[in-house]
């Protein structure tokens, strides 16, 4: 066998290789391209085809992802949302919810978010008998956490680690060994729940040392008249720094920037308040947003973030309190952080006056069971009694007014086209002589004036009241409406309070009965005083016809204990003596008093100054 290699026989393979690659690269058919006879076909099928007989073509069925691919998937997506908790939010039911109550409260607390989505206070109801739910999904707790991107646990699921009538942990975990841990207490007999945020290994989620936690509320309506409660609903807080409250309220879209450190942040509304303070810390760099709303069932939108800062290992420890509660003074003055500032006392003397007089003997008289009106009955007469001095001065001091009144018209007469100055100079050597005070019947009213003042405040913010009824009213801490019209008045409203007639009747009564004890001296003097008086109880009439029944209830039982004070009065003072102790005073010489020698001083520069012109 010759083991020679043959060249010719190579060459004639390799000229065979290239006429089959030839053939088959030029005569073969283009991938994806149907072949020209069955184009035709198919063609001729569907054209000679109605639409009745055409035949769908069967679509081809995908291809069933195995299960691992789908858990894959999901998990891949979860991780893109969620993190380092994409795990905790597959192994964690986010529709799970969790109670904590006491004989106040009871408390739904969600694990989504791990957040309080329902404050239902027990011992109230909203004015049309319903439950009272401070917090019904209407809330929002929220602190951000940023690791390469930012995430809210608000969207995150926390698991239950311990759960019992008055104490709740939830945790948060992360892939990483990150730890977000909430502690929820309610202890018995409070409005106030503890809320504990720890977390551990979360440094690198909270960059810079701090986080930002936002509170949002949509408050509730709860109360009869939406109006005086969309009045005050507002967000109040106080400084840590300073002993001062200050507030955000308006009738639109309001925003502010609090510079300074916050001890707490109040949603307060009329009656009721969500109260959030940081008791081993203060809220700093705080945003704060008021909106009112249109929707019936709520009165405004607030909201507030607030920088948090973290411990020295980058950690969080946060300890809340939550009050969610009743805005009654003692509860509030109970935690001692000045929440009780939310109550609208009034300042100065009429915050005074309620805080230490008014508050103390509504509540001696609260802890005997007695009716709320009658309460404001006796709490009337209290007051009258103890202003009953100063009544029986400004009494003494009109009569002695009226027993001058015909010496004063002879004044009036003869002084009628001269000097005006001459005239009250005259008038006031009149006074002096006869020992009368013209101020004597005022100055005792002027001060009433900050006790009425103070009640003006008290009853319409007084808790106390609410869905109280007495006599015809249901509810004396709103108006007591007896009649409803099918219109509304401008200034005076869609409705007629019986209490406010009432009120303005007697105060009109009353506004008469002085004219005629004072005499008409001083209406000569200045004569539009004479309607403008009389004008006063027609503009209140408009202005509390939306207010406390309670409110004009008081004043309309004032008024009437007032009217007795008067005839009680009028029975032993006997005008004849009045007068002829006055004429004794007038024959024995009086010392010039300050008041009369600045008269004169005036009388003299003026008559100076006259004599100078006339030169």
């Not at 900050?450 to 319409?460: C, D, G, H, Q, W």
């Not at 808790?463 to 009649?483: G, H, P």
Request: one cysteine or more.
């Amino acid at each position: 066998m010759n083991s020679k290699f043959d060249l010719n026989t190579l060459i004639g393979f390799l000229l065979i290789g290239g006429i089959l690659l030839y053939f088959g690269y030029f005569t073969g058919e283009e991938p994806g391209q149907v072949p020209a006879t069955e184009q035709t076909a198919a063609d001729s099928t569907v054209a000679a085809a109605s639409p009745e007989e055409a035949v769908q073509e069967e679509q081809p069925q995908a291809a069933e992802v195995p299960d691992s691919l789908k858990n894959l998937n999901d998990s891949l997506a979860n991780h893109t949302k969620y993190g380092p908790f994409a795990v905790a939010m597959l192994e964690t039911n986010a529709d799970t919810a969790f109670t904590l109550e006491n004989e106040l409260v009871e408390l739904s607390v969600s694990a989504l978010g791990g957040q309080i989505q329902e404050a239902r206070l027990k011992e109230y109801q909203t004015y049309d008998s319903l439950p009272l739910y401070l917090i019904n999904d209407n809330a929002n707790f929220n602190l951000a956490l940023v690791g390469g991107k930012r995430y809210y646990t608000a969207d995150l699921a926390f698991k239950p680690i311990k759960s019992s009538t008055n104490e709740l942990v939830l945790e948060l975990k992360g892939e990483n060994g990150e730890q977000l841990r909430y502690t929820y207490r309610l202890e018995p007999g409070s409005y106030q729940v503890q809320w504990n945020v720890t977390s551990q290994n979360m440094a690198q989620l909270l960059p810079g040392g701090k986080t930002e936690l936002t509170w949002e509320l949509k408050a509730n309506r709860h109360e009869k008249n939406r109006e005086n409660e969309l009045t005050m609903t507002e967000i109040e807080y106080r400084y840590a720094n300073e002993d001062d409250v200050d507030e955000l309220n308006g009738t639109g879209t309001e925003e502010e920037q609090v510079e300074e450190d916050l001890s707490w942040i109040a949603y307060k509304q009329q009656f009721f308040s969500s109260i959030l303070h940081l008791q081993n810390g203060t809220l700093e760099n705080t945003k704060l947003l008021h909106q009112v709303t249109d929707e019936e069932e709520h009165t405004k939108y607030m909201a507030a973030a607030a920088s948090l800062n973290t411990t020295s290992s980058g950690n969080l420890d946060a300890d809340f309190g939550l009050y969610l509660g009743p805005n009654k003074y003692d509860v509030l003055a109970a935690y001692e952080q000045e929440f009780e500032q939310l109550i609208p006392l009034g300042w100065g003397i009429f915050g005074w006056i309620n805080r230490g007089i008014v508050i103390n003997i509504f509540n001696w008289l609260e802890q005997y069971g007695i009716n709320y009106g009658i309460i404001i009955l006796i709490i009337a007469l209290i007051f009258k009694l103890i202003l009953f001095p100063l009544t029986y001065t400004s009494y003494r001091s009109m009569a002695k007014m009226r027993v001058l009144k015909p010496e004063m018209d002879e004044l009036n007469e003869k002084f009628k086209d001269k000097d005006p100055m001459k005239k009250q100079q005259a008038t006031m050597e009149l006074y002096q002589k006869a020992g009368v005070n013209p101020l004597g019947g005022c100055l005792p009213m002027l001060l009433q004036m900050p006790i009425l003042i103070a009640l003006f405040r008290f009853f319409p913010a007084s808790i106390e009241l609410r869905q109280q009824s007495f006599l015809w009213a249901d509810d004396l801490s709103t108006y007591d409406s007896i009649l409803n019209l099918p219109f509304e008045i401008p200034f005076y409203g869609d409705h007629v309070s019986l209490f406010t007639l009432l009120m303005t009747v007697s105060t009109l009564i009353y506004t008469y009965m002085n004219q005629q004890l004072t005499g008409s001296a001083q209406n000569q003097q200045l004569p539009p005083m004479k309607y403008i008086i009389y004008f006063m109880p027609i503009i209140f009439l408009g202005v509390f016809n939306s207010y406390a029944a309670g409110l004009s209830y008081y004043y309309f039982v004032a008024n009437m204990i007032t009217f007795g004070q008067q005839f009680a009065i009028r029975s032993f003072i006997d005008d004849e003596k009045i007068h002829a102790k006055i004429q004794e005073k007038k024959k024995k010489p009086k010392k010039e008093n300050r008041l009369m020698r600045r008269m004169k001083d005036m009388q003299e520069q003026q008559n100076r100054q006259m004599r100078r012109k006339n030169k």
